[in-house]
């Protein structure tokens, strides 16, 4: 197995806000992602299972550059996120709800624009937007404005857009949330098929099903800190993830209490 | 080069599909001045009507013979008033003046209504005539519109501007990241640096063509403005190198006020705090307009190195047809430097985690 992805001891502390704290009961800093390494392997889907706030989300924007972290590298096809930046986000798709589109341009529109800014060349570009657009049913939509698409129609999208530099690196921050049952299944499925062209793929979900219907293997988080790693089938040897996670939430924090 | 031209491209497109957006940063204001600058030259024109054009109406009793044909060539006497009715008229404003002549060695009694202008121009020139003055107006016309001109027009001038500029910066940085179009930009690989060249590009060109449209709707109602003062404000009072300086000068400035609202709306978290951010900002750039108005042709050349102030300064100083060479190339050098620093300090705000992720 080739690793494709290399985490090696990330941190990542928040300064909290006033109004922050006060939910912290206090702290002035908040601790999100605490010594976080692991590997992943190439056309793999790995996992990031962990309830919420358990720092997924952060440790997935670390991977994408969208921040940095305060120690601890990590490597993406032998591109350093905190070392070369831009050669990762150009080696990457970063899908998250929190990325959203412009209301005001179509999709024709916004895929064209986002394929300049990833230097992808126009014929391939558009033989792209092509395949994409008619796979997903955007393609009837094209010249309608996003202000006026379903949300569904919205969120594949997203999908299609964070994937026009055709990247064989996927970060995905919780790929069902907030979609309706038949935009979840477009995507997990689409998901499988690009685990299919060799491509990987790291997920985040607080959802046991998504985990056991996609990921090849798993890593769990509470608190920041990775808590198990290993193999989706050696995780569930002995009993089904669901109660495994709480078994590993029990030991982690009754050790703390 | 090519990304900062992508993002160009895009600023205008989304600037121009946003039909309710261009029809208020670039129809609006022009046709706005336009319409209050002629309905204050038709208030001005009809006031002015009022005044000038006849000559001022006088009673004047006991009138030496000797004086009564220079009196007569200066004023409009009445007859047909009696002491009392005569100082009726005088209050009401239907006589502008009442000279009475003192029948023994007494003095002249100017009686006049100080709440009129016409009976204070005719009170002016019975004073004259008393005393035997000459009065000549060496004002011409032109200097006259010229100093209206550069004491009025950098302070609207600069007010135009920053009004274009808060038309587009602010919807365009902090509006992006309130809906959080500005982080799918944030993953791709363009440079920061391209992004904040390529809005500010953009944005300073539509900002600049929203003032373009607030000064043609000053330059075409200014002849309605300018025949209700008595004339002499024309375009051909100014030279080629006039409008050229100036036309620098506001390119110049745009690009920093375009900045500086881009930074603010960068810190800010939404389009509205942003507004509320930048008054401050506004206020300051108010006074530049209306301190250059004190500062004048006097200025020490110092005063050239203060971003946009000089700006004011320089534009006052050519509307007065007091053209500094040395003023304008410091002010263009200036503005440009500093508006380079600003787009350096969007940069990095674009670079910051904690900005630009500070929900
Ligand atoms: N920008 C931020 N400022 C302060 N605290 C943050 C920030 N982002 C995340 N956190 C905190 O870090 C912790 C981990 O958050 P997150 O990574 O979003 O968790 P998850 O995605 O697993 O639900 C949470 O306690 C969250 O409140
Ligand atoms: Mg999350």
Known sequence: MEAILQVKN???????????????????????????????????????????????????????????????????????????????????????????????????????????????????????????????????????????????????????????????????????????????????????????????????????????????????????????????????????????????????????? | MKTVLTIIKKEFARFFKDTRLWITALILPGLLIFALYNIMGSIIESEVEKGADETCTAYIV?????????????????????????????????????????????????????????????????????ANYDIVDLADEQSVARTILSTVVPMVLLMLLFSGCMAVAPESIAGEKERGTIATLLVTPVKRSHIAVGKIAALSAIALLSGLSSALGMLLSLPKLAGSVGGGISFAMYGFGDYAAVLGVILSTVLILVAVISIVSAYAKSVKEASGLVVPIMILVMLCGVFSMFAGTVASIGLYFIPVFNSALVISNVLSGAVNTAGIAITVCMNVAFAAVLVFVLTQMFKSERIMFNK
Do not use: W
């Not at chain 1, 908040?30 to 919420?52: C, H, M, Q, W």
């Not at chain 1, 570009?125 to 094209?142: C, H, L, Y």
């Not at chain 1, 959802?207 to 089938?233: H, N, P, W, Y």
């Open chain 1, 10 to 257: 990330l941190n990542k502390t928040f300064k909290l806000s006033r109004k922050q704290r006060k939910l912290e009961g206090g702290a002035a800093y908040k601790r999100a992602v605490d010594d976080l390494s692991f590997t992943a392997y190439k056309g793999e889907i790995f996992g990031l299972l962990g309830p919420n706030g358990a720092g997924k989300t952060t440790t997935l924007r670390m991977l994408a550059t969208l921040i940095k972290p305060d120690s601890g590298d990590a490597v993406i096809d032998g591109a350093s996120i905190v070392a070369d930046p831009y050669g990762v986000r150009s080696k990457i798709g970063f899908l998250t709800s929190e990325l959203k589109l412009e209301d005001f341009f179509t999709p024709n529109y916004l895929y064209d624009f986002f394929s300049k800014l990833y230097n992808v060349p126009e014929e391939t570009a558009t033989a792209r937007k092509n395949k994409m657009f008619s796979k997903f049913g955007i393609d009837k939509f094209a010249e309608v404005k996003v202000a006026n698409l379903s949300t569904g129609m919205k969120q594949k999208l997203s999908l299609v857009i964070s994937l026009v530099n055709d990247p064989d690196f996927i970060i995905f921050d919780e790929p069902t949330n907030g979609l309706d049952v038949l935009t979840a299944k477009t995507v997990t499925d689409y998901l499988v098929e690009m685990r299919g062209e060799g491509k990987t793929i790291i997920l985040s979900t607080h959802i046991f099903s998504l985990i056991e219907k996609l990921c090849d293997r798993v890593g769990v988080i509470i608190d920041g800190r990775l808590v198990a790693l290993d193999t989706l089938a050696n995780l569930t040897a002995e009993k089904n993830l669901e109660d495994k996670f709480f078994d590993l939430y029990k030991s982690v924090k009754g050790e703390m209490q």
């Open chain 2, 62 to 130: 006991n009138m030496p013979d000797s004086q009564s044909a220079a009196y007569s060539a200066i004023f409009d006497i009445k007859d047909d008033y009696t002491n009392q009715t005569a100082e009726d008229a005088l209050k009401d404003g239907k006589l502008d003046l009442i000279i009475v002549f003192p029948t023994d060695a007494g003095k002249i009694q100017i009686k006049y209504n100080s709440a009129e202008t016409k009976s204070q121009t005719a009170y002016a020139l019975a004073v004259a005539m008393v």
